[in-house]
């Protein structure tokens, strides 16, 4: 059974800085491509950034700059560092496997989630 625990998420003012944290399980780890995934109240669900088992990322353009997605192969860990932070931040926080037709399309059920708010 694969499950995502995301973790991290607090409220936080503009400008400031999170780390989010997502354990993952019942997958080799090491060999799949992660992502992160936000959704914001009334938005469908977007990626955010992903990196592949190689350790190549992509960010959306929103992201560029402003966040760091990274990953810890021998905790089964993918770290989304988010710094600047803008009220319009303001989501639910996913992780997942990307699947092979991108943008939010993943390959497992969601997690919890960790929920992210900006204040201005």
């Known amino acids: 059974q694969v499950q995502f625990v995301e973790s991290g998420g607090d409220l936080v003012q503009a400008g400031g800085s999170l780390r989010l944290s997502c354990a993952v399980s019942?997958?080799?780890?090491?060999?799949?491509?992660m992502g992160w995934y936000r959704q914001a109240p009334g938005k469908q669900r977007e990626l955010v950034a992903s990196?592949?088992?190689?350790?190549?990322?992509y960010y959306a353009e929103f992201a560029k700059g402003r966040f760091t997605i990274s990953r810890d192969n021998t905790k089964n860990i993918v770290y989304l560092r988010m710094n600047s932070l803008k009220p319009e931040d303001t989501a639910v926080f996913y992780c997942?496997?990307?699947?092979?037709?991108?943008?939010?399309?993943?390959?497992?059920?969601w997690g919890q989630g960790t929920q992210v708010t900006v204040s201005s």
């Open positions: 997942n496997v990307p699947s092979q037709y991108g943008g939010s399309f993943v390959r497992y059920n």
């Open positions: 019942g997958i080799t780890f090491s060999s799949n491509d």
């Open positions: 990196i592949s088992r190689f350790g190549n990322t």
